[in-house]
Structure formats: C-alpha cells, structure tokens
C-alpha cells in the first residue's frame, strides 16, 4: 500500500518535495529522482534510482506516480508522457509555458477519459486559504464581493521579464480566486506603478463579485501574501504567518520569510499527503489540468492589458464534462 | 487672546464641533449657535448667542471666527457669506454639493487674496494618517508607489443615493491620498459589485504612484477606515483603531465603531485645536478652497465612470497661485 | 471662567503640563511658572511670571491653583503650603518621599475638612486603562479575578537605587490595580532574577483577586506598559500602543517609545483637563491624597520584602470619612 | 524500514496518535489497538490487530514499539513492561501517577541502561515553543530572565479535583520551562483566586530566571496557553494560534479552539514522525523519564504550598548519568 514516487527535478521545490516525501508523507517512498545533473540526480535519489532522462524515469516500471518539479518549460510534455504511460503526475504550475500548450494536456486528458494530473498549485491546501473557504462556505460572512489579493516577492529573479509578473506569479491569484470565490473571471483592468512594479488587477467575475491584486515583484522587505474576503456580512482574511513575536531593538513584531518555501511549508506537505492518498482513493483533489489551463489563458489575456490599458474581456472556452 | 467662535448647525457633527470647542480646546470659546429649530439652538448655545438665521451669526460682530456644519447644500454660500465678511471660516465637508459651487468659492477667496476657509477634512489631522505621511516624508520606505485605501461604513445613510458613495464617501479618499502621496490624480478606473457596493476604485497619478479604493457604503459589521502605504523599501498602515482587546465566548479581538464620530474623535479635537492656533498666528492649516474644490471635481468625474465602465481622464484646471 | 494656574518645575513633566495647559487644555492659562534657574523659569514661562520661589508662587493672589512638578523630595512640603493657602494642587507622583510624610498630607486635608490635593497618577486618565475599567464594570468579563502587570523602561535613571524599583515604579502598579479592582492589597510576594531586575510581585487583595507584576527596570528594547484584566467570563487588555505598523528590512511591526511622555501622552491631557474641570466644578477627580499615601505605603512595606523572601501583611490604616 | 506500533489507548488522544500514524507520519504503520472494550478497539484498528490485554499487545511479536494513551493511572505500568519487553515507548503525560511511581520508571530504566521511553510532553514540539528556544539559543534577546506561562483551559473536566491543576495541568508549564530556560526550579509560592481558581505560581530556578505561570482551569472563554520569554535584550511570545482573522457583528478578532486537540495538532504530529525517526536513528528526543519525573515530583511539592500559603523548596534528587 505504499505509493512508490518519482520526481523529476532536484532544484528547491524539488528536493523539498522529496524531502517532504521521505519525512512528513505517509504511505509513500522516493523509488526514482531524476536531474540532467547525474551526480546531483544521485545525491538526492538516496537509496531511490537516479535518473538523467526524466521519460525514462517516467516509464520505468517501479515508479507507480510522478512528481514533475523541473523546468517550467518542460512541463507541459512531461505532463502529457505520464499521461500517455497511464501514471498520476503531480506537476509544479504553471502546468505549461502558454495556455495552448496548457490545452493540449487537458486535450489529452480527455481523450483518456480519466483526471490523471494534478497541477501544484499548493495554496488550495494552506489552512488559511482553506479556512476562508470554509467560512465562505458556512454563510457566516454572507454572500462574497470582494477579494483583495496581495502577493509580494522580496525580489524578482534575474530571470523574470515583462509580463512574468503575470503570467507566473499573478496566476496564483487567479487559481486561488476562481477557487475561494467558485467563480469565473470575466473582465479585467490592470494599472502599474512607475517601471511596471508594482501592478493592480482588477478582475470582474462571472458572478459579479471583484477580484483586487496587488501584485509586487521587488516589495523588497520581504515575501508576503495577504488575502481577505469581503461579504455582505462581514470579512475574513489571512492572519500573519508567524508563530511568535518580538520585541527587541525598540521594535515590537515578527519576521517576514525570504521567498515562499517556508510560508506555504504546511501547504506543500498538506498538499502530498492529499495527493497520495488521492491515488489510493482514486478521487482527484486540487487544481485539475483544467484548472491549470484557465490559470494560464487568463494570465495571458492579461498581459495584454498591460499593453493598452484598456479593459479586456477574458475568454477561456468551455469547462469539458471530465472536470465539472 | 481667546478665539469667539459662532456654529452653524446642531446637528451630529456641529454639537460635537461645540463639545470639543468648550472641553477639549485652548484659546477658544463658543459664543454663538445657529439652528433653524430655535430651541435646539438655545439648547446647544449655553451661555452664548442662540440664532436662527446663519447669515446674521456671520455677521454678528462678536464673532469672530465660523464653523459650518449646517447641511451639504448650505456650505457653499455660507462659506461665501464668511470670505464677504471676512472671518475665518472651518467648513465641514464637502466645501458645496457641487464641483462648479466648490470653484465659486475658490475664485472668491483668490479675488480676496487672503486664505480664509478651511475645509473639515479632519483626516488630515488623524494620528494615523499623520504618522503614515511622516514615515513617506522620513524616506522610510523608499518612494511611494501604491496607496490601499479601505472604507466601510456600517450602513449608507437612507438619503444616499447612486452616486454619493463617490461624492459623499470617497472624497475623503480623494482628499487623503494627494495629501499623502502629494500627487494629483490623472486617470480612474471603477469596478462595482452587484448592487454596486462596494465598489473598487483605481487612481493613477502625476507621479506614477497607483491609489486602489474599496468603498462600502453597507459593509454591516462595522465603521472601519484603513489605509496602506506601499514604497520601494517597505510599506506603513493604520494599526487597528482599538486601546484593549478582549477574550470573550470563544473570541478575541476588538469591537468596531458605529460610524465616524468615535474612529476620528482625536482627529476633530486635533483640528479644531489647530484652526484656532492657525487664526492666531495667521497660517493656514488643513485643507484648503482648493483642495475642497479638486476632491468634489474629481468624485463628480468619477462618478461618469460608474455609467460607462470605461477608464476616465480628469481634469480639475491649474492651482491658483494663493494655494502654492 | 479661565482658571490661573501656576507650575512649579520644568523639568520633562513641568514643561510638558506648561505645553499641556498653553495648546490643549480648554478654560485655563498659565500665569507663573517656578525654577530654582531663574532664566529657565523666564524661559518657560511666556507671558506668565516667573518664580523662583515655590512658596512665593504658592501664595501670590493671582494664582488660582498649582502644578507641582519639582523633584519629589519637595513633593509633600509643597502640597502641604497648598493646602494652607487654601489652593488645588495637581501634585505628580509620589505624593511624598515617605508614607509618613505623605500621611502627614492626609492628615492636613481631614483637618481642613476639603479636597484639594490630586496625585498625578495619570493612568486612571488614559483611554486603555479607562476602557479596561468600563469593562469590568460592565460585567462584561464578570468577576475580576487576576490583574498581570508589565511594566518595563527602556533604562532606569542613573539615580535609581535597590528600592525604588518598588518606590517610585511599581506604586503605578499599586495605584492603578486598586483603582481598576476597587480592592485593597493585604498581602504581598515577591521573586527577583538575578541583579535584582527584573522583579515578579504578586499581590493578594481584600476581594481574593490577585494582582501579578513584572517590574522591569532595563528592558533595554523600550517603554512598555501592559496589563491584562481576567475575569470568571473573560479578559480585557490593552493593544499595543500605536497606530501605525510598518514593513521593512524583513519585520512586520510596531516601534516602541523611549519613555512615558509618548506612551501617556493622552493620558496627561485628558487629566489635565479633567483637573481644571474639576475646580470649576468643585468635583475631585483622579487620585486622592489618601491613594497617594496608600500607594506610598504599599510600596515601603512590599520594599521590606525583598530583603527577607518573605510573604508580607500589608497595612496602611483606615480610610478617612473624606475619601470615602 | 516501516516501524511496526501498537497503541493502548483509544479515548481522544489514542485515537488522534492513530490518526496522525495513518495518516501523517512517514515510516510508520499502526499494527494493533488495545482498549478494554473489544469493540472499539477493533473499530479503530483498521487491517491492525485488536487486543483488550494491554501486555498481551506489549509482548506481541509484530510490535516493535508502543504508543501508551490509555488512563493516567495505568501508564507506569505499561511502561516498565515496554521497558522489560526492550521496547521503544512513548508514554502521553503524565509518566505516572505519582512521583514514586514516576520513579521507578527511571530507575528500571536506568537499570537497563538505555532509553527507551519518551514521554508525551508534545509543547517540546510545537513550532511556537521551539521558535521561542532557537531564539533563546541564538542570543537574540540576551540572558533568559523571566518567563510567563499563561494556561488557561475553558473549564475543568469534572473528574477535576483540588490539586489537579497543579499535578495534572501545571505539569505542561514545569516541564516546557525547565526545556526553555534549561534550568532547574529550586523555589516555588503560590497565590490562588477564590475558590482555588485560577492559581498564580512563581517558580525560581537555579539560574535565577524567574517562571510566572498562571493556572486556570475555568477560564470559559476558550484553551488558551501562551508563553513570553524575557531575556536582557528583548523578549519572545507566541503570537495568536491562529490562521484567519474575521470582521462580523461589530467583532474583530478570531477564534479560540475548546481545547488542547486543535491547539497543539501540528505538535503532536511533529512529535510522532519525531519519535519514529528517533527509534530508527536511535538518538532518542523528546521528554525523557526523568524529565517525566521531574515534572509530577515538583508538581506534587508545589499542590503542597497550596494547604499552608507558604514558599517551598523544591527537591527532586540527582539526575542520574544515563540523562546527560
């Protein structure tokens, strides 16, 4: 009954999700790890086997599931391999580098016939984003209108162009919003600061509720995510993810995390746990591939907006039967 | 060396206006009252002058300062009845119902060449508010790029209607964040929730700097301001307006006020101690005509923007030189 | 209607009631102000006199009533000259140097048959602790049951010696505690860490609620005051005493204030204004000569304590029929 | 690699070690529930084996280590016999119902010369404690001079008697001080409201840290424990135990959990993957017999302060070798 997993990449998020998996996942064990790098794919395989070919990782007969945490690149066709071998992919969003590609999965999962992957998209499993669903669920804040999203990375990496603010850090928010609120963004406006750092989205959904983001590449000071839900009869919002409090130097207060590893640690280890018990139970959790796609595709259109200023109407087509 | 004020109006805000003017304030004494309803003003008036009609307080010759607080419609020509007479006058806000009556009395006191009127935007005197503007001024947090307004009443007035939670609610957003940010609003955008409230509004500015504004005229819960400044280098926010918390049946926290009048206690008493010291020493203090005038000229260009969802330019004319 | 009061000191709280009484104190004026440096008094002054002889200022008939803010050694002989001149006196705390001396105030007032003497024990005017009062009084956390005490300065002066950590810091502790309790201590225990600071003393009350403080000398991090009310169906507490929280170089939170003067500087306003409006209205507000002595003499009894590790019976006699 | 458990015990927390075997711990399964009633062994055993003979589980080859969460007066017992049998246990708090009992526990243990037993004091494992003694390690807030304990539970269960919030309760506060300060406590006093309810309780320590800890076993409102350290240069605290924050009804605030199981969820966790690592790597972790001695043996010396009112030395003999 134990789950024997294979993950493919060894950078941050993939050795924690092995780490995760070894120490802090019931029911599950690192059979195979997989890195273009053989010496590292081998330092962290342990006793697992190590890899260079992440396919050949894919179809060997040991690894019943895989975790894809490589390149964002990479994704989408690595997605599409552990589909075609039939195996559970838990795969690091963004599911695709664009959504047509993001369309292809789904496509693919389709003609399956059967909901295989799961995209990371790990903030539907921190207890505080939960804990706002439930409350949006028990009716005690009454009908939801707005959401106030803000997302700020400490710095953007050297790597990040243009529109990347949106296209990978702003689809957390779109993720998280579609799923707190059950609802479908329809229209968005978008203003930016001087440089384009930081910018404001505002999203119309199709249920009338409004979407606000905040969302910071350079806010410097350190990474923070905040959200509140605002309804008819009241609010709820992320409380601050700390611990303790100090009081030292003539300042009362608490840290901030450098990046988002320690912030959504619960939810990375809630969110494999869910997993792998998801496959023994054959129900799905979490974003589906669909899910995945829509993220994407309205990343993009937004983009656009930061082109014209003018207000774009958001266009994503038709959720197929397999993910109603 | 004390001040002889006379008060227009009794009614919520010009009964406190006199409480503050006799319990709370140096150099000051309230010799006469105004209501249309002479008992009431007699009530109010205590061992001052009880007058009905507001022009003959103006010109009554002990008088020699004024406090407006009569309705919204009367503010205009009762500030212009002040500037003819030549007394200092503090104006609740709005300065008049509308941007073209705002401008007669800005043309007025630039024809008179003297500063007179202020306008009661009591948030300008707001600890809070005034700590924030200190810490963007000390350079802090770097340069100013984002300011989140938050504003929640409990429930709108029953004499609101379609547009007033623009003209009547956000013109303290208006007014705040230029003072805050020093910059001049140049484009809107809207976004309204099913009924239209609450609705999320965005500024952009002359300096690049973006304003998003929540306004909710029936948030229910509670009366509740907030506002966050967002820089290069870190951010400055309102702390909860509370002195205790409380552990009770399952709950911690604090209570919210019912309206305005308890949040920004401190903030008339400040002002109100100020404009007196201001008439003193002859410096004007607080809000001018001008800026009375540029928050009711940009919500009435706002407001264009609910009917039409599209992005509006504003536009409110050159600052006269006395306003520099 | 405007009362003249003449304040005797100016050092950091002479100066600060001068300040106090000049820009926010409503129905009163400055007329004398005392230094033993004749230049400073001139200084402080203003248009008032200056003195550089208490007792000269005591008696000259145009002061009305008297701030005595000089060292504490003078405290008692002063009062004592007030009450023979038949004057209010706002007296800072202590009353006097010794319970004995401070009984002799006491015994001075009974004989005169009339309050005139308020102890400047300025929490009972401080919003927090008056919320925290209004609280238990409205059954709200039922009965009190414990009261925790922080109390904590950044640094004790260089004049501090063993004792005064008890004398001249914790009888705030003492004074407020019987006043947010309305009970007597009877019973004290006391534990110090090493060095003497900082100190946990727990006190034992006439009504069986326990009263437990922390008095800090060196914190070091800043000034702060703190205290927490317990009840059968609850607490209440203060919130930390700012208004703004800031983001920066990684920590989310608050500053801490150096000294007193920032922490109760609402609170030394409102009891001056209280105090003025008291004379007027010949009510005594605030501590009475009696809880100064009370205080006093709590403080030298729970002083003998630290010497021997012992609990210590409290005792400070019966209260005259003129504070009851 | 998968550690074999049998867990005696299926009341709240026999049944949540089960759970968080299952279900959360890596490299565990659970093989056998005993419990007096055969049904409701049988119900929480799943594809385990049932037992109503706690020895006959304890002496059962497939169990390779035990989880002991059955009543308090039986936990002595079964541990000398996990103790006998060679294996591994973790004992819930208390380790015995007296401090004799407690004793010959290490003594047995001592005798075999190798720890096998660990006792459930799960505080060691919280994220907030261990936050709180990495910043104490790290120097950050100097010297530990002081430490608050708060404990209140929202009512007593009614097999509560007298001295039970000291030997039952309390015992938490003993033993996460003793690890936070790593000191040991030589003196006790004791004050307790009327009715016994809440008790204040100072302990000093060997280092001269002085603990501070209230019990209070009605305190209705909510579980509520926290925890302030105070060193030289600042202090630690835990911050609220909470995820959300909501605005409803004219409340800000969140809510308290009824009792220790939501509260210290993440603890007890951390602390079964902790032990299961620790028998693999053989280091053992955690609060050992003799820190489970410990902690009943001062408890039992400090309910003895509550008859005469009086300070007590504390004495618990010599730490033998094997806890070094």
């Known amino acids: 009954m134990t789950l024997s997993v294979g993950v493919i990449g060894t950078g941050v998020m ?35 086997e190590a890899f260079t070919d992440p396919l050949a990782l894919i179809h060997d007969h040991k690894v019943q599931a895989v975790v894809i945490a490589s390149p964002d690149a990479t994704h989408a066709d690595l997605a599409l391999a552990c589909l075609a071998a039939g195996k559970p992919v838990l795969c690091e969003k963004p599911l695709a580098a664009t959504a047509d590609q993001a369309l292809r999965v789904v496509q693919a999962e389709v003609q399956l016939g059967k909901r295989l992957v799961q995209v990371g998209y790990m903030r539907r499993f921190d207890p505080a984003y939960v804990e706002m669903l439930h409350v949006r669920q028990s009716g005690a804040i009454g ?11 400490a710095a953007a990496p050297d ?3 243009g529109a990347m603010a949106v296209t990978n850090s ?64 009241g609010t709820v919002e992320m409380a601050a993810p700390t611990v303790t409090l100090t009081n030292h130097a003539s300042q009362h207060g608490h840290a901030w ?9 619960d939810a990375y280890r809630i969110q494999m746990n869910a997993w792998v018990r998801s496959i023994a139970e054959e129900r799905p959790v979490g974003a589906s591939a669909w899910d995945g796609y829509v993220a994407t595709a309205i990343a993009e259109q937004v983009a656009t907006a930061l082109q014209t ?6 266009d994503f087509g038709q959720r197929p039967d397999l993910y109603l």
Not at 23 to 44: I, K, M, N, S, Y
Not at 143 to 153: F, G, I, K, Q, S
């Open 309 to 314: 200023g003018n207000p774009v109407r958001l």
């Open 14 to 48: 993939g050795a924690e999700h092995v780490r995760i998996l070894r120490e802090e996942t019931a029911g599950a064990r690192v059979v195979a790890v997989c890195d273009a790098d053989a010496g590292r794919a081998r330092a962290v395989a342990g006793d697992g």
């Open 143 to 153: 009908e939801a209108v707005l959401l106030h999203n803000t997302h700020r990375n």
């Open 257 to 265: 995390p450098e990046n988002w590893v320690p912030r959504f640690r």
């Open 159 to 161: 790597w990040f162009t």
């Open 170 to 233: 702003f689809v957390h928010e779109i993720d998280i919003s579609r799923w707190l609120l059950d609802a479908e963004p329809v229209l968005a406006r978008i203003s930016a600061a001087p440089g384009g750092d930081p910018l404001m989205i505002t999203l119309e959904t199709d249920r009338g509720a409004v979407v606000s983001t905040e969302v910071y590449m350079n806010a410097r000071y350190g990474y923070h995510v905040h959200a509140q839900l605002v309804g008819r009869d």
